[in-house]
């Protein structure tokens, strides 16, 4: 799981693009002849411009920072998701438990639920600890205590199953997906 928003990311990918179409058309303006006779009825620009040399080496250490600082946001993005939801170990032995059986287990409890219209099942690590989300998009007009009461018999099962109880986040949403869905008919 990220940390940031995503419609915070969203507007900060505009920027960084916007500000690189800008810095793009400045660079071709003074480089290819076509861009700047396509900009020079908008910007009046200088024939020639003279730049500083001490000015160059602190454009240059700017973008040195702008690089690394995009780089550790990069390797640091993920949050830990994984695919093994369950790992024990007994002297040599090993036995792994994929977030596919955990997914299968929770639609399987869930199926039969009317006020659910998807579930979405990921797995992280959290502080060396696995941990499952469950995500619950419930129908317009839903009852949410009745799903979340469903919610927890399917944990419940899942420990069960997994014979080891796993640290679980339910999220409830609705909005978009669960107003445009169709209602469940039975033929």
Known sequence: MTTTNRGFNRVLLFLIGLIGIVAGVVIGAGVLQPVRDAVQQYVTLPQ??????????????????????????????????????VRERTGDDQVTVNVALVRDVIDHELADVHDIVTTKVDTYLVKKQRAARIRVHVRRGGDAVTVLDAVDHAVTTLDRTLGREVPVLVHLTGGTRTALARTTRVH
């Open 48 to 85: 020639q411009v003279t730049v500083p040399g001490a000015a160059l080496w602190i454009i240059a250490g700017v973008c040195a920072v702008v690089i690394v600082l995009a780089l550790v946001v990069v390797f640091t993005r993920g949050g830990g998701g994984t695919s093994v939801a």
